[in-house]
């Protein structure tokens, strides 16, 4: 039966505590447990490793495909819009508002939108501001790591686990 991996941490915790000096002899003893609970620990930790780095590389592989897909996509609306265009011309060409078949209906509908000449023109009130007010992470890093205090934000150690 395979141990997991909380229950190999648990042993092998359990027998670095359980370490001790032989007085008489300066001897460790116990160590043959750590370095058995050692190696199966490793063989677990490289498993997980190898698990990781695949659901990474599968994670990679959907991510890429998602961007071809959307790239496909765009592709299609383009080429959708341009034989709408086209067709649209045609029909306005020969002078048919609509036409009725059985697997399509196409006919012209009125709309009226707003066309922006010049939007430096157009008075403040009938404009909407937008402001994007976000951390600048980089700037607020270099006064901390100076020594200065910035209220809301602290430097934070991380230790990130590198898999290779």
Same mark, same amino acid.
């Given at each position: 039966?395979?141990?997991? @991996?909380?229950? $190999?941490?648990?042993? &092998? ?10 007085? !008489?002899?300066?001897? #460790? ?20 490793? #190898? ?16 961007? /071809? ?24 060409? #020969? ?10 209906? $196409?006919? &012209? ?7 922006? $000449? ?24 270099? @006064? ?9 934000? !602290?430097? #934070?150690? /991380?230790?990130? $686990?590198?898999?290779?």
């Amino acid at each position: 039966m395979s141990t997991n @991996l909380y229950e $190999l941490t648990t042993q &092998f915790q359990a027998a670095i505590d359980a370490l001790r000096v032989d007085e !008489e002899t300066g001897e #460790v003893v116990g160590f043959e447990a750590v370095d058995t609970l050692d190696a199966a620990f490793e063989d677990k930790a490289e498993a997980y490793a #190898v698990a990781i780095k695949s659901l990474l590389a599968q994670a990679k592989a959907i991510h890429d495909e998602m961007d /071809n897909l959307k790239t496909r996509e765009a592709a299609a609306k383009r080429r959708a819009e341009s034989l709408k265009n086209h067709l649209a011309q045609s029909m306005a060409a #020969v002078g048919k508002d609509k036409i009725e078949t059985s697997r399509a209906a $196409l006919s &012209f509908r009125k709309s009226t939108a707003v066309n922006i $000449l010049s939007d430096v023109e157009i008075p403040d009130d009938l404009c909407k501001v937008k402001i994007d007010r976000q951390p600048d992470k980089s700037a607020i890093k270099k @006064l901390l790591q100076a020594g200065e205090l910035v209220p809301g934000a !602290e430097l #934070v150690e /991380n230790r990130n $686990l590198q898999i290779k």
